[in-house]
């Protein structure tokens, strides 16, 4: 049997009517730039989300960038980030100019640890940057107060976790309520996921809304008239049409793979080798990742098995960012971030995509119970 990692195929034959009739439209008009198809879809992601102002982008990594220079990062200021994400966390925050800062993790949930992140602030600190890793939400509400008590902006990194939800003082939030901001990645490979790359930012605040409109079309407004540097970072129109004709399928595939995250938790249950994913009581996980902790330094041993039996794996992430060679200036050195650097040497993660069958994941639980029988 093949289990592949993800298979984005399954999800466009069951969406393919919805898609392309809005494709074909855009390309018999001609439109490819901005417009209504993007207002449309922007206006569609506030209500989903509650919120009141959603900016699309050209990437994932831009909706991190534009909110940065939107809070004025630069030379001589600092975020606070995790080192257990992908780079273009830390990389957006070089690219502004400003000093990746970094903090250890909460081992059993991989998301920034409010504790660390608030020792890690200092008079130079002008952002933190919690990580909703895997699809599952920092803890907000700690954060929140941090950002608060400190002074400092709370930019949600939601690039895996569109429409997670967590529950703050006996209400549900989702990604965006709590922090000033908060970017979304479109990659294909998302819940939520667009034809190539694509992005968005979301805000409470009308002002910040008005900048990152400003900054993602060369820093103005009106055309040929720029009040400040900004980029060319346009949502793509027809990447627009394209996830406005997914989002109403984001709520059931979502389901879908909680639905297989929790076969696995049962299937996987007892191996002592083996912690499958923790999720608080308080959260609600989209699970853009079902990731495994493999102890005793047979992680990759497992990964080799898996792949001669068919079944994909992946390793997110195999080096922490403190440690890569880009960032050898930032003077970190390994054992800073303890808990980081052991979910590198551990963490594993499985298909989980809402199209596999029963048999396919019943195929990859008792794959690994056999390799930890041998």
């Not at 466009?12 to 993007?38: A, H, K, N, W």
Request: charged share 25%; with cysteine; aromatic share 10%.
């Amino acid at each position: 049997m093949n289990v592949p990692l993800l298979d984005l195929t399954l999800q466009y034959r069951g969406i393919s009517t919805d898609v392309m009739p809005e494709l074909l439209t855009l390309i018999d008009e001609q439109r490819f730039i901005l417009g209504p198809v993007v207002e449309r879809f922007e206006r569609e992601v506030e209500t989903y989300l509650d919120v009141p102002h959603a900016i699309g982008c050209a990437s994932g990594t831009d909706a991190i960038l534009l909110a940065l220079r939107a809070y004025d990062c630069g030379r001589d200021t600092e975020v606070v980030t995790s080192p257990f994400t992908f780079f273009a966390t830390a990389g957006a925050i070089h690219n502004v100019g400003a000093r990746p800062v970094f903090a250890d993790i909460d081992p059993d949930t991989f998301n920034l640890d409010p504790a660390a992140a608030e020792a890690a602030v200092t008079d130079r600190t002008r952002v933190v940057m919690p990580v909703h890793l895997f699809g599952q939400m920092a803890d907000m509400a700690a954060f929140r107060a941090l950002a608060d008590r400190r002074g400092v902006k709370l930019l949600e990194d939601a690039a895996q976790a569109i429409a997670a939800r967590q529950r703050v003082n006996g209400e549900w939030i989702t990604t965006g309520s709590l922090g000033d901001a908060c970017a979304f990645s479109f990659f294909p490979t998302k819940n939520l996921g667009a034809f190539g790359d694509a992005g968005m930012t979301v805000t409470q605040d009308a002002d910040t809304a008005e900048r990152l409109r400003k900054l993602r079309v060369h820093g103005g407004r009106q055309m040929y008239h720029h009040e400040e540097v900004g980029y060319n970072s346009r949502l793509d129109t027809l990447q627009a049409a394209v996830l406005s004709a997914k989002l109403p399928h984001l709520r059931g595939w979502s389901d879908g793979r909680r639905k297989n995250a929790a076969f696995y938790d049962q299937a996987l249950a007892g191996i002592d080798e083996v912690q499958t994913p923790v999720v608080s009581a308080d959260n609600e996980s989209i699970y853009n990742q079902y990731t495994l902790r493999v102890r005793g330094g047979r992680r990759d041993a497992l990964a080799d098995h898996l792949r001669e039996k068919g079944i994909g794996s992946g390793v997110y992430y195999p080096v922490p960012l403190h440690l890569q060679e880009c960032f050898e200036y930032l003077g970190y050195k390994e054992g800073q971030f303890p808990e980081s650097e052991l979910a590198c040497r551990e963490v594993l993660s499985l298909p989980v995509f809402p199209e596999l069958t029963e048999a396919q994941l019943a195929y990859v639980a008792e794959s690994i119970r056999a390799f930890f029988r041998a």
